[in-house]
Structures are given as C-alpha cells and as structure tokens.
C-alpha cells in the first residue's frame, strides 16, 4: 500500500524555494497550494527513478488523495538516476522465474511503450554478450537459455562471422545478440515521471531532507480534524511536515531514512563507485551498440563493457572498488560517517575476504587504466591506451546483509518501528532498478495498499 502522506506545517520559503525544473517555474505557484493545502494524504520521500514511478504509479490509482514527494537535492534525480549506463536491460541475465527477472523483462516493455507514448527519445541499438575464450561458450549458452526461460524477445547465438557483421571491430568466438536491448536518459524519464505526477496533482518539493520520522504528539497548529495526520518528517531546519502515510525511497541513503523511523539498520548499504573511460570522439566508429562480457559467477559484479550513449558518446567500464563516500562520485572524495560505516560493516568485511583478489584488481585498473584498457582489447584489439580519457562515475547503493551475501530482492521495512504500519521503507529495489521503475512501482504501489489498507 502506497505511503499517504498528509499535512504540511510550518514550511518557510527557503524550504521550497529550490524547487527542479519539472516543478512549477515559479516557486510561489507551489507555496500557494501549500498554504491552501496544508495536509497530505501521502509523502513519498525520494526524488530518484524509483520513488517517482512509486509515487506516479500511487497518484494514479488514488487521485482523490494528495501527495507530496520530498527531495533532499536542489533537482530530482542527481544521483543513481542520474550516474548509470542508460541501458534499457533485456533480462537476459537473472534467475528464470524470480521477481528480478520478472520484473525486468517486464519493465523493459512498460519503458518503450512509456517512452513512445511520451515521444521521448531512445535508441534500440542491441547487446552483443561476447565469448572471447572456449571456456566462456557453456556459460554463454546457459545465458541464451536463461534468456529463452525469462521469455526475453528475439535473442539469438552468432558466430564470429555474425559478430563481425553486428560489430565491424570486435572479435569474439560466439555471442549471445540481444536486438531488443536499447539506451536511453534515464534522468530525463525520471523527470518525466515527476511531471506526470505533478499532473495528477502530486506536489514535488526539493531542499528538504528529512533529518526525522516520528508519530507527532498534537495535531498541527490550525488542524479541526485532530490527530488525522499523525506522522511529523522534519528537516535539519526545523521544518515540518505532516500526513498520514509515509514511503521512503532512499537509494543511497535508504537504511539511514529507516534508522530514522526507528526501524532496523540491516540490510546495510555499502556504496561502491564505478569508474568509466570514454572513448575519444575520432574512434567512435569502434562500437555499434552495446558489448558485454559473459559474466563469471565467481564474481560478484558484471566487469567492464562498451556502452554507447544517447549524447553520441561511448563509455567503456565500469570498474567497481568501494566509495569512501555515498554520493562521492571523485576518487577522492571521503566521508567519515559514510567510510566508517562501511568498514566496520561486517558483511563488508565477509564479502572483502571472499573476494579479495578481484577487489585489488578492481582497484589497480581504477588507478592505472591502462590496465583497464588491457581487458577491454580483448574485445576490440584495435582499442588503445590513447583512444581513451578518464570519464565519469557512478555510485550504486549496494544492499549487503551482515553474513556479506549482495540482496538482490525487494527489503520492505516499517511493520515494526516507532510509527508502526504508517511507513513502508523501500530497502531495496531489485536491480536493474531504472529500467524495471515502472514494474518496481507496482510491486511498491501493491505493497503500500496491502500494508496501509488502500
């Protein structure tokens, strides 16, 4: 059940002065409706791909309630939504028949006809999954079987000759071609999910990070209708809002939000970077589409590929090494909170010793990228050192349990803290979260009925 969150109070005009683009222009168009509107039924609390298809999705099925979503940015999706590869994945590479890969195939099919009916621009551009070594090929065809299990469209084993013919210049001995699997601006869909909400009547709200989630001890000042609107989200600032219901979708800060509300710490979430190389503008011509390696179960992320881009571009990677910083996006970049929470984490420390050999790895190729180059010739030998530049970095909200296993399936939590069933926290949303968003958000929008009763 969808969280429904209901009354704002108090909020002054610096709280919402920052509103982003898909807000009203002018920010006094959303402080009127507040101060004429000063209870909520829902607040959803997060600006990124998932909490807005979750609030979009709720809007939708209840418009007689109001809602407001709440975003600690000065804009909506700055991070997750706004720091990933854009592919639209096909869900070839999941359990056949669990929810991950559900609701990836799923959400794939919901996202183009999302993305045609919005006129939105996109590119269905394919994946080639390529074997480069005779060792790969059994695990490259339990890929193609995995893929014809999840009922993924129109996947197909090639040869060499059918690799040069999709990619001029990569080598490989049998790929896994993916037609169907495509690249597209996650933010930009994002934002036009917030514009859909605000459509519906939803109020978006940015500057505000709630600091506090806790049952209120008398209605607000001005109320008639008593304790209707029990639940208080207040800022760093003072600043407080109120409603019925609330939904957190935290991503990166997705535990922290449920600490707050008095629920359970666990699964924690451990931040890790990932580094990408862009390829010079001249060696574009290299990379046709997207090219991936046959992942290696012994390993727990995918390894580097060739994705191109919606801008033109080609980013190559990425890497994945732990980020000393949840939004720190720079190799540099350091929290103390942030990295002592991590280190100190033992699920961390399990999964560290469980694979630390390819943890070193992934951190030498993140400073020395030539070695980084190294693995990614063995695709395109005619790639080198001097046809690439550092790129961008992405941070992924990785949720790990304390016996170091990665969570890969929804953690919903809010049944047992201070505010009891009132709040339903999204732990974790099954990756590939933006191209399952609109699927996720039912599971979501079912979720908070069931709970909240709606």
């Not at 609701?103 to 099919?109: E, S």
């Not at 001890?217 to 109320?223: D, F, I, M, N, V």
């Not at 008593?226 to 991503?251: F, N």
């Not at 694979?355 to 695709?379: C, D, T």
């Amino acid at each position: 059940m969808v969280v429904y969150v209901k009354m704002i109070r108090n909020l002054s005009s610096a709280s919402f002065a920052a509103l982003s683009a898909t807000v009203p222009k002018s920010p006094a168009t959303c402080l009127t409706r507040l101060v004429h509107s000063r209870t909520y039924d829902v607040a959803v609390i997060g600006g990124g791909i998932v909490g807005l298809a979750s609030a979009r999705e709720l809007i939708l099925r209840h418009p007689t309630l109001s809602f407001i979503l709440l975003e600690k940015e000065k804009e909506l999706a700055l991070h997750q939504s706004g720091h990933n590869s854009g592919v639209i994945h096909s869900g070839i590479y999941y359990t056949p028949g669990s929810l991950k890969a559900r609701l990836c195939v799923r959400g794939a099919t919901m996202a183009y006809k999302y993305l045609d009916k919005k006129g939105l621009p996109y590119k269905r551009c394919g994946k080639l999954i390529v074997a480069v070594e005779r060792e790969e090929i059994p695990r490259l065809k339990a890929l193609y079987e995995r893929g014809q299990k999840n009922n993924v469209q129109d996947l197909t084993m090639i040869d060499a000759k059918g690799i040069r013919e999709r990619e001029p210049f990569c080598r490989g001995l049998m790929a896994l071609d993916s037609p169907n699997t495509g690249i597209v601006d996650w933010r930009q869909v994002s934002l036009a999910y917030a514009k859909d909400f605000q459509e519906a009547g939803g109020t978006v709200v940015t500057g505000y990070e709630a600091s506090d989630i806790a049952m209120a001890k008398e209605s607000p000042a001005g109320a008639t209708e008593g304790m209707k609107y029990p639940i208080a989200i207040r800022d760093s600032k003072g600043t407080e809002v109120r409603c019925q219901y609330v939904l957190t979708c935290g991503g990166l800060f997705s535990d922290r939000l449920s600490q707050i509300s008095g629920c359970s710490p666990e699964p924690r979430i451990v931040p890790f970077r990932g580094d990408y190389l862009v390829l010079k503008p001249e060696k574009h011509y290299l990379v046709k589409g997207n090219i991936y390696p046959v992942p290696d179960p012994k390993f727990p992320f995918l390894g580097v590929h060739f994705t191109p881009r919606m801008d033109g571009s080609v980013w190559l990677g990425p890497n994945a090494v732990l980020a000393f910083k949840r939004e720190g996006y720079k190799m540099y970049d350091f929290d103390i909170r942030d990295f002592g929470n991590a280190l100190f984490f033992r699920g961390l420390q399990k999964l560290v010793l469980k694979n630390l050999a390819y943890g070193v790895g992934e951190m030498y190729r993140g400073v020395f990228i030539g070695a980084q180059v190294k693995i990614l010739q063995r695709f395109i030998p005619e790639l080198s050192l001097r046809d690439v530049l550092r790129g961008p970095a992405g941070v992924r909200a990785q949720a790990l349990d304390r016996d170091g296993n990665l969570v890969d399936d929804f953690v919903f939590d809010g049944g047992v803290c201070d505010v009891g069933s009132r709040v339903l926290h999204v732990r974790n949303a099954p990756s590939p979260a933006a191209t399952s968003s609109l699927a996720i958000a039912e599971v979501v929008a079912d979720e908070a009925e069931r709970r909240f009763l709606l």
